[in-house]
Nanobody
Framework: QMQLVESGGGLVQAGGSLRLSCAASGGIFVRCTMGWFRQAPENERECVALIGWAGGSVDYADSVKGRFTISRDNAKNTVYLQMDNLKDEDTATYYC??????????????????WGQGTQVTVSS
């Protein structure tokens, strides 16, 4: 059973930056496609960014392309989300997720096996 713990959320002004981290334990991190999802109140949970096993394959939601960067450090069992030029509409709870043994970068949340508890990101204008 894999555990995922997010950190790095907080309150930031519009135009600012935050770096989220997700530390994994209890599983084979290197065999997981990792994703960051977010959910704002009354909205569906949406995929923000994905990264493949070795980090060479990435994918982003159109709304964050050019502003967010996903990366991973397999030696530390950690995935990161660098968020720059933050906007009001980025305010949400951000979740880390793991799709075990899949080499596909799926944006479908139901395909993910493990989830973190979430970290709140609030962008003020």
């Amino acid at each position: 059973q894999m555990q995922l713990v997010e950190s790095g959320g907080g309150l930031v002004q519009a135009g600012g930056s935050l770096r989220l981290s997700c530390a994994a334990s209890g599983g084979i991190f290197v065999r997981c496609t990792m994703g960051w999802f977010r959910q704002a109140p009354e909205n569906e949970r949406e995929c923000v960014a994905l990264i493949g096993w070795a980090g060479g394959s990435v994918d982003y939601a159109d709304s964050v392309k050019g502003r967010f960067t996903i990366s991973r450090d397999n030696a530390k069992n950690t995935v990161y989300l660098q968020m720059d030029n933050l906007k009001d509409e980025d305010t949400a709870t951000y979740y880390c997720a793991a799709d075990y043994l899949s080499q596909r970068l799926s944006k479908t949340r139901h395909e993910y096996d493990y989830w973190g508890q979430g970290t709140q990101v609030t962008v003020s204008s």
